[in-house]
């Protein structure tokens, strides 16, 4: 497994360098507008809490790394709370049409997202081989490890303005992405890297790691484009809707 390891590092390291992530760190924009991708993330991050507890959760157990799995999901299966409250905390919890917020989820606009949960949901849903998924928790928690630095950096900035905490956003959910797999162990990294895999197991992983990062990478060059788009106090309206409306007056 150590040679997996070092190329979710390779891969990790790249999706550091993405545009994604260049905007994150761009403080000439207004925190809030590095944010403003947020709403979008909904189909991601609500159903990532089905994601551990339909489909990586076995129980009872059937061998250590199955407990390690349960364990981590009944951890990262509680981070959609967050952002339940983070949306309150960041006004978008005002009412708006229930059709209107079906379209929106399911819209244009959210395709690479909705397909990232999806291809994970496919991958991991018929898999026998319990090294297979925890390739592919491994390659998640890489990304997320990733991208919550970023994102609890401009939480830092929007704390300043706003005066508060981000449970989602903020720097408590980073604490808890570690970059591993999370469970009750001395050294996890080490015991992952000392797993044995067969050639034809370490192909697959490859391949699963490259699907991975590749659906990651897709679904934030989306909310690159989201948050370009629209307006952080407007989610639902693009900033050309707005020029035009101006215009218009």
């Known amino acids: 497994m ?12 790249k999706f550091a360098q993405t545009p994604f992530m260049k905007f994150l760190q761009d403080k000439s924009i207004d925190p809030r507008q590095r944010l403003a991708w947020a709403p979008a993330f909904a ?44 949306m309150k905390l960041m006004g978008y919890d005002n009412p708006i049409n229930y059709t209107d917020t079906l379209k929106f989820l399911w819209g244009e606009e959210t395709i690479k997202v909705r397909k990232m949960a999806y291809d994970l949901f496919a991958i991991c849903t018929f898999e026998e081989d319990i090294l297979m998924k925890l390739v592919v928790v491994e390659s998640i928690e890489a990304t997320g490890n990733v991208a919550l630095y970023e994102i609890a950096q401009v939480a830092k900035e929007l704390q300043q ?48 790691v490259e699907k991975v990062f590749a659906d990651f990478t897709e679904a ?26 101006r215009t218009a007056a």
């Open 220 to 245: 934030m060059d989306e909310m690159l484009t989201f948050a370009q788009k629209h307006p952080y106090d407007q989610p639902f309206t693009t900033m050309g809707n707005i020029k035009q409306s």
């Open 43 to 86: 189909p991601f991050a609500m159903s990532f809490k089905d994601f551990n507890r339909n489909i990586l959760r076995k129980e009872p157990a059937d061998s250590q790394l199955q407990e390690m799995i349960n364990q981590h999901s009944y951890e990262d299966g509680r981070h959609w709370v967050w952002f339940v409250q983070d």
């Open 161 to 208: 303005i706003t005066f508060q905490h981000h449970p989602y956003f903020g720097e408590s959910h980073f604490a808890k992405e570690t970059g591993h797999i999370q469970a009750e162990m001395d050294d996890v990294e080490r015991f992952i890297e000392s797993i044995q895999l067969t050639e034809a197991q370490k192909e697959k992983a490859f391949t699963l």
């Open 2 to 13: 150590k040679e997996v390891q070092a190329f979710i590092e390779e891969k990790k390291q």
